[in-house]
Structure formats: structure tokens, C-alpha cells
């Protein structure tokens, strides 16, 4: 069992939770993700390390409800233990010092891409960072990414909050004003295929970083695959980061639809048996 | 392991049993028949996911026992992988001593409930009774040892093994599968503090994730873990060696010796066209998402399988069978098939599973090979295109090697495939360890008497070092590698 230590509502559908886990705290590096299980019935969930402290022997994850596990995380209080969690799973982010890099984040892949951006910006690199969400109430951890960017920019799709556009008009902005060295993106599979098409334009190295759906999380079952480069991967063990020119995001559109009824039917099951 | 053929020919002399053998002719014995192993009924069974064997009744274990000849030299014991003394546990079967028996049974097998279960008795145990000499069926071993052991669970009279007093040495099992649930069974009676790390949030690798509760209940698999507690083995769930922390982590907080038995986890495929189309699984995920995840009572649990009309399973393996017998109970009332590439001669699942299989209405498409998957406009599976096969020359395994017939290809109708063509090792624990040796299959080099690894205060055993096996080889590596192990610290 491993304790909440503290619970942070970051928006309405978004939550910071502090877990107690020594080992992970311990021997976590950017880019790695844990697998969660609440309770008997509950299923494994993968979510990324945000944060960890590993004087205090925790670990920062930011969750956004999307469906059933992920609402019953978010609708976890301090002192509610969650009864399976296990990691650092996945490959640590390769963090180098490239020079100029964007850190471009959409939706939730806003929390996954914090401590990525916070290693790259570490490296020494010219860090600029993009958030970007549908409408303003979606925007998440604002001012935790302005610390630490030399540039921010928010972009909304119905203009909001920042500028109006997509993620992809804020990053062109700035390949036209500047030498770019990196992108790195995070975020929907849509999202990150637009920035891929791109980038490549560009030749722009970037990295997305993939949130397939996953069982064990440990390479054993083949749930997470994905085609890369025209081989299949497992994005649990061989990632969750690959070089996104390579990635074939409409396989992987398709297989993160794979169970939309089932999920339907889980979550509207669970919304009303919470009343 | 060598049998101790002196200490049987003791237990054997013992007066009760010289009494039990004289009570009934060798003759009479011959002459009763197997008994048949009672199964759920077919039609129904293949809707529900309840065991299918429901076990023999006293009666029915009596008599069978009866049967056994309580030979001098048995020779079904050298068929065993870990010498269990056969004639010694089903004499105190006939005797009515169940109890007693199971006993004997834990004395070399600390899962006797699991083996009886599981094990190929066919082409061990079972293939060795001199009753195969004689042209009969052989003594029912496996189901006798099955008995016993459950009746010794159901009557919650389960003895706990005695344990020696601690020796203070720290000793950490990688992997909760038989094997290590063997090796830490073995080294916690001689007094060593053993600790079993693994990776899943529960304990019995293959056991509980991917053989399905109507072959092997759960229940019976947490009872063995059970003991294993009171005996004083230390279970931690949810922990990588290797990634949540590595060995030389595991040294600093004091344990000197290891074992690894951590399977081979990793799922194969094919590399055919359309592979990663939605609704194509690897039989590990099925499976897991079945078994270990419970999807079969999906919505009351949160991880959903797909339920479908139309199931292909490619594959001729345990794995297969499991796969494509969990298929129909989930509703594959279309068609659920097995596509193998040879015939069913070479099938490596076990006898008694194609036999359930058929029973329960699966379908067999043998020498027959997908080539290439179609998919709708949503990505989702619709067809698969196979080849036919014919059987040519012999190849390295001894089988006939299957050859694509040209021209040969058809589409069939499917809505998913799982795809059990087999496993290999987890390379974690190989890649992790610096300066372990592993083959070019990626098992763990082991020096086979003493199952130590190219690093001597490393043990290994199981599908780890032998690629896919059995639950029985693995424990029998188990044990092999507590004695040698135990050998080391004494030496050292
Ligand atoms: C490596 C990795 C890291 C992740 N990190 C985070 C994180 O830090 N914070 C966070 O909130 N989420 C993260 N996710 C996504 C998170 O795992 C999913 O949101 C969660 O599994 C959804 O489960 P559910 O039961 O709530 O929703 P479901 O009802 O299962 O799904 C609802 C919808 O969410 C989408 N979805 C389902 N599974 C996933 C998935 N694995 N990834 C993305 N979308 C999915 C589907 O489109 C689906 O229709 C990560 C995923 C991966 C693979
Ligand atoms: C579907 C299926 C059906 C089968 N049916 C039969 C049958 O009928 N009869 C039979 O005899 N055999 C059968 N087998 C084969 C048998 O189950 C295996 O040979 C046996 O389980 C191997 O045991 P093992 O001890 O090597 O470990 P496994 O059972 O493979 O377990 C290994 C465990 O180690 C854990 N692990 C791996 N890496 C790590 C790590 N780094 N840190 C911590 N933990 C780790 C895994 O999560 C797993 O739980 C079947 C196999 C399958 C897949
Ligand atoms: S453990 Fe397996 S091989 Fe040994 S006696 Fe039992 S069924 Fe036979
Ligand atoms: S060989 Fe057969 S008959 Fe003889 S002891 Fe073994 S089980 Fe009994
Ligand atoms: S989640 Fe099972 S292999 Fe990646």
C-alpha cells in the first residue's frame, strides 16, 4: 500500500498527487512512468513520474480524468492509499545539451513533458515551452513552466487564453524567427503526428514522447506496440520516447481506440455508481 | 537429482505397506480399470470460466490406487523431474491415509495441487509405469496426486514443512514463478531468510497470468503461496530487479545470494503484414487481461477484453489452447479456431487440453499459416489471409518442417486474433546483471548440475534458462538449485 501524501487540484479535470514510494523516488529519471492499480477490480494504468523527492521518499504524478481508473485517481484524498504501484518503468529521456529546444505539450501531455523539459532546460539548453489545450480552463501547470523557460507561449484552440491556433502555428512561429535544435512533443497522438509532419519539413530532430495503452508495462504482453521506423516496438520497454518522424501515429490512433464502447461502458457504469 | 533407491526400498518394506501389497493380487490389481477423471459437461463448460476437472471422490482415488503395483524398482519415478515417491504417495492413498499422503507429496513438490493439475503426465511420470509395459493405461498419477493434495487444502489441514533455525544469510528470489517458489520453499526449510521480489502485483508468474482458472483455479495457487508465508518466505509485490532497484542495490541491504527465475515473458510475433491491427493480441495479453486482470467479468473489472463471434488463435501450443479455450467462453460462437502450421502429430500442447478443446468446439485448422492480416477502415481486423502447408523433411527439433504450398492462399472471416506462437526470455535480468553470460537466445548460461550461473553467488533455473518449458522442469531446477546453493554458502 503506498500513501497520498498531499492532493493539489491543478484545474477541474486535472489533479497533482504526492505518493509515498521510496524506491521510486530513489531510482526515478526523466521520462519514466509508473504503473497504477487501485483495489481488486481495479485495472493498471500507466502515468508519468512528474516529480520525485527522494529525501522525503516520494513521487509527484499529475492526473487528468478521462475515463474510469484515471477518475478514481483523481478522486483520491491525502491519506488514501493506492494498493499497487510500481516503476520507474521505461527508458530514462536521453537529456543532451543540443542547443535551442522546444518543449511543445498538449492536454495532460503537459505534466508528462514538466520533468523532461526541466532536465533539457538543466543540460543548458535555450529552453522554449509551448502549452497548449482546447480552452483555457485546460491549460495546466502554468506557472510551474514559465519558472524555467527562457520563453513561454500558451496557444488555445478557441483563443481564450494566449494566442488562438494550433500547437503546430505556435512552433512554426518560431523555426521561422529562429535556429531550432530540437523539439520535443507530448501530448494527443494527433497532436504530436501534426508536429512530426512538421518538424520533418524542417528536418527538425523531435521526439514524441507515446502514451499507448499498456497492461503490465513490463515488455510481456505487447498491448503498447507501435510501428517505428517500419518496426514494431514496445512502447513500455523501448520507450515511452522515439524519434517522431519515425512513428506511425495513425496505427497508433487506431489502437488507442481500440476499446472506445468498452471504456464508455466502464465509465458511465462508474459515474453512476458514484452517486 | 538422483532417486534414493535405498530409502524407498525402506519405506517399501515397512509392514503396513507389505500388508496393503498381499491384501490384493497383482493380477486383481491389473485387471481394475482407469478411472476417468469427472469433467463438467462440455456445452456448459465452455460458457463459464469453473475448472473443468472436478476431481476424483474417495472412492474413485481408492480404487485407482489400488491399481498401482507398489513395484520394487518403480519406475514411474525416474520419469518425474523431481522424484516424487509415487508408489509411496498413492499407497497411502489406498490405505485411506489422504492426509499422510500429501505429505509425502510435499516432501519433493511443493505445489503438488498445481502438478497434478498440469503437468504432462503423459511423457513423464506417467509414460514411465510399468503398466505402459503391459499394454494399459497407466496408473493415474497426476490425478491422484491432484487428490491428495486437495483434499489436504479442502480439509484446511495443510502441514507447514519444517524450517530450520535461521542462518542469518539473506537470499532474494527474482520472479514468484515455480521456480522460485520452489528454490525459496527449499532454502527457507534449511534456515536462509528468502525474500521473493516480483514485478506483477501478484504472486505465481505463468500460474496465475496466463494458464486460465478453468485449468488451474487461483485459489489453490495463493493456497501454496500461503504456505510459503507461514513458513517464513517474504513476499514484495510490485517490485523490477533491475529497475526499481538492481542488484547491487539488493547487496548494499545485505542479500548474498540470488536466484533468478523470471520466465520467458516476452511475447513473440510473426512479422506478418497488418500485425499490429487493432483486435490482434499476443496470447500473453489475452491471456493476462483474462486471468490476472479478471476482463472475463469486465464490467464489474475495470480492464475490458474484447468479446467477439469470430476468434482465430495462431498456434499449436499450451498457450494456444488456453487462448482459444478462453475465447469461446467469452462468446465465440462463431468460430473459434486454432491455425497451426503443422499437424496435429506435432501439436506440443498437451493431450488432455486438444482432447478438452474439441470436446468443447473448437475448431482445428491445421497446416495452415496466416501470411497476412486486412483490416477495416477503423483499423480493426476483418480477415486473415492464409497459406496451406504441407510437411516436408524433418528439421532440428525432430518435427517435420512445415512448407507453404504455392498458390494455396484463402481469406477467412475473423473478428480477432491471438496470436501464441510462444515466448522468449525476459531480457531485463540478463541485461541488467553485469558480466552474466547468456546464450544467443538470450537464456541465462547455467552449469546444468548446479544451475550456478558465469557469477558464482547467482543461481537461475526455469524458463529463464530454458526457453519455454514446464512447471515441473522448473521446479525441479528449483530444488537442484537450493541444494547447490546451499552447498555454496557452506563452502564459502
Ligand atoms: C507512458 C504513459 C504515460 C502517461 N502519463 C500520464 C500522465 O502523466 N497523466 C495522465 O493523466 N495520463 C497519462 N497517461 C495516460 C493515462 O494512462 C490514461 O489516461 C489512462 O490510462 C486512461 O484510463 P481511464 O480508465 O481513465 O480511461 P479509459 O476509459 O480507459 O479511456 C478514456 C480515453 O482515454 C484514452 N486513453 C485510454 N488509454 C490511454 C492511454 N494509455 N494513453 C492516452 N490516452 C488513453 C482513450 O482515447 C480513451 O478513449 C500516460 C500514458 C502512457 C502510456
Ligand atoms: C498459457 C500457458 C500455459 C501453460 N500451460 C502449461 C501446462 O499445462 N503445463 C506445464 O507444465 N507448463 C505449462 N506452461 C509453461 C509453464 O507455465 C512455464 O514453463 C513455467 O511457469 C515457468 O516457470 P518460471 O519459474 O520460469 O517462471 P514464470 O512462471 O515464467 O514466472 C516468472 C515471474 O518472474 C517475474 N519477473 C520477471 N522479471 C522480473 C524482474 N526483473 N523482477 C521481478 N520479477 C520478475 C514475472 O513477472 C513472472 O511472474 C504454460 C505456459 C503458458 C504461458
Ligand atoms: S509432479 Fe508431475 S511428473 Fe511428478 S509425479 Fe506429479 S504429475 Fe508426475
Ligand atoms: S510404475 Fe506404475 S504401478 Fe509401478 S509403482 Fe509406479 S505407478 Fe505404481
Ligand atoms: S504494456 Fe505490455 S508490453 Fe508494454
New interface residues.
Given amino acids: 500500500m503506498y500513501k497520498v501524501i498531499e492532493k493539489t487540484i491543478l484545474s477541474e479535470n486535472v489533479a497533482k498527487l504526492i505518493i509515498e514510494n521510496k524506491?521510486?523516488a530513489k531510482?526515478r529519471k526523466p521520462g519514466q512512468f509508473v504503473i497504477i492499480?487501485m483495489g481488486e477490480?481495479?485495472?493498471?494504468i500507466p502515468l508519468t513520474i512528474a516529480d520525485a523527492d527522494p529525501e522525503k521518499g516520494t513521487i509527484t504524478i499529475i492526473v487528468q480524468k478521462v475515463g474510469?481508473?484515471s477518475h478514481k485517481l483523481f478522486n483520491l484524498n491525502a491519506g488514501d492509499h493506492i494498493?499497487?504501484?510500481?516503476?520507474?518503468?521505461g527508458q530514462p529521456t536521453e537529456v543532451e545539451k543540443v542547443g535551442t529546444v522546444i518543449a511543445a505539450g498538449g492536454g495532460v501531455g503537459v505534466a508528462p513533458l514538466y520533468p523532461i523539459a526541466k532536465a533539457f532546460k538543466e543540460a543548458g539548453n535555450k529552453l522554449i515551452t509551448i502549452l497548449a489545450a482546447r480552452t483555457k480552463d485546460l491549460i495546466i501547470l502554468e506557472n510551474e513552466m514559465k519558472e524555467f523557460s527562457d520563453e513561454f507561449m500558451i496557444m488555445t484552440d478557441d483563443g481564450s487564453y494566449g494566442k488562438k491556433g494550433l500547437i503546430t502555428a505556435g512552433i512554426e512561429e518560431i523555426i521561422n524567427r529562429e535556429k531550432v535544435d530540437m523539439v520535443i512533443c507530448l501530448g494527443p497522438a494527433i497532436m504530436m503526428k501534426f508536429i512530426a509532419l512538421l518538424t520533418r519539413k524542417h528536418n527538425i530532430h523531435t521526439i514524441a514522447s507515446l502514451n499507448t495503452i499498456m497492461?503490465?508495462g513490463?515488455?510481456?504482453?505487447?498491448?503498447c506496440?507501435?510501428?517505428v521506423g517500419g518496426k514494431?516496438k514496445f512502447v513500455c520497454?523501448d520507450g515511452p520516447e522515439f524519434n517522431a518522424h519515425e512513428v506511425d501515429f495513425?496505427?497508433m490512433l487506431?489502437?488507442l481506440?481500440?476499446?472506445k464502447k468498452?471504456?464508455e461502458?466502464?465509465y458511465s457504469?462508474y459515474l453512476k455508481d458514484l452517486k | 537429482m538422483s532417486v534414493d533407491y535405498e530409502a524407498l526400498k525402506k519405506d517399501r518394506a515397512q509392514e503396513w505397506r507389505e500388508n496393503l501389497r498381499k491384501s490384493i493380487p497383482a493380477k486383481e490389481r491389473t485387471q481394475v480399470e482407469r478411472v476417468k477423471m469427472p469433467e463438467n459437461e462440455p456445452l456448459k463448460r465452455n460458457k463459464n470460466f469453473n475448472e473443468v476437472n472436478k476431481g476424483l471422490s474417495e472412492e474413485q482415488a481408492i480404487i485407482e490406487a489400488k491399481r498401482c503395483l507398489d513395484c520394487p524398482t518403480p519406475t514411474c519415478i525416474s520419469g518425474c523431474p523431481v522424484n516424487i515417491d509415487i508408489p509411496g504417495f498413492i499407497k497411502q492413498i489406498e490405505k485411506g491415509d489422504f492426509l499422510e499422503s500429501a505429505k509425502v507429496l510435499k516432501d519433493t513438490n511443493a505445489l503438488p495441487a498445481v502438478c497434478g493439475r498440469v503437468c504432462p503426465q503423459e511423457n513423464q511420470c506417467e509414460l514411465q509405469c510399468i503398466y505402459n509395459k503391459m499394454k494399459k493405461p497407466s496408473v493415474a498419477i497426476g490425478h491422484l496426486e491432484r487428490f491428495a493434495s486437495d483434499y489436504e487444502r479442502n480439509t484446511g489441514k495443510i502441514s507447514i514443512p519444517e524450517v530450520l533455525k535461521s542462518n542469518n544469510i539473506k537470499i532474494a528470489v527474482i520472479g514468484s514463478g515455480p521456480s522460485g517458489l520452489t528454490f525459496a520453499g527449499e532454502m527457507c526449510k534449511l534456515g536462509y531468510e528468502v525474500t521473493i521480489f516480483e514485478a506483477l502485483h501478484e504472486f505465481g508468474g505463468v500460474l496465475v497470468y496466463g494458464i486460465p482458472e478453468f485449468r488451474l483455479p487461483k485459489k489453490i495457487v495463493r493456497a501454496e503461496i500461503n504456505s510459503l508465508e507461514k513458513m517464513g518466505v517474504k513476499f514484495v509485490k510490485n517490485f523490477i530487479v533491475g529497475r526499481s532497484a538492481g542488484l547491487d542495490e539488493l547487496k548494499d541491504q545485505g542479500f548474498q545470494g540470488f536466484f533468478v527465475g523470471s520466465g520467458a515473458g516476452l511475447p513473440r510475433f510473426m512479422n506478418v503484414p497488418g500485425e499490429n491491427l487493432v483486435n490482434i493480441y499476443s496470447s500473453n495479453e489475452y491471456l493476462t487481461r483474462v486471468n490476472l486482470m479478471k476482463a472475463y467479468k469486465f464490467p464489474e473489472y475495470d480492464t475490458p477484453i474484447i468479446k467477439a463471434k469470430r476468434v482465430a488463435v495462431i498456434g499449436g501450443g499450451n498457450t494456444a489452447m488456453d487462448s482459444v479455450r478462453t475465447a469461446k467462453r467469452l462468446g465465440a460462437d462463431r468460430g473459434a479456431i486454432i491455425i497451426y502450421r503443422r499437424s496435429e502429430q506435432e501439436m506440443p500442447a498437451r493431450i488432455e487440453e486438444v482432447h478438452h478443446a474439441k470436446e468443447e468446439g473448437i475448431e482445428f485448422l491445421i497446416l495452415t499459416n496466416p501470411v497476412e492480416y486486412i483490416g477495416d477502415s477503423e483499423g480493426k481486423v476483418k480477415q486473415i489471409k492464409v497459406q496451406k502447408m504441407e510437411l516436408g523433411k524433418p528439421d532440428e527439433s525432430g518435427r517435420r518442417r512445415p512448407q507453404p504450398i504455392p498458390g494455396s492462399e484463402y481469406l477467412i472471416d475473423i473478428d480477432i486474433v491471438v496470436v501464441g506462437i510462444g515466448t522468449s526470455p525476459n531480457p531485463l535480468i540478463p541485461q541488467t546483471i553485469k558480466g552474466i553470460d547468456v546464450t544467443r537466445w538470450g537464456t541465462l548460461v547455467v552449469n546444468e548440475e548446479t544451475m550456478q550461473t558465469s557469477i558464482p553467488y547467482i543461481f537461475a533455473g526455469g524458463d529463464i534458462v530454458r526457453g519455454g518449458a514446464t512447471v515441473i522442469l522448473a521446479m525441479g531446477d528449483g530444488t537442484k538449485a537450493a541444494e547447490s546453493a546451499h552447498k555454496y554458502f557452506i563452502n564459502k
Fill in positions: 524506491t521510486i531510482n492499480k477490480i481495479g485495472e493498471r474510469t481508473s494498493s499497487d504501484l510500481v516503476g520507474p518503468l497492461v503490465d513490463t515488455g510481456m504482453c505487447g498491448a506496440r507501435v510501428t514494431t520497454v495513425d496505427e487506431k489502437r481506440n481500440a476499446y468498452e471504456e461502458t466502464s457504469k
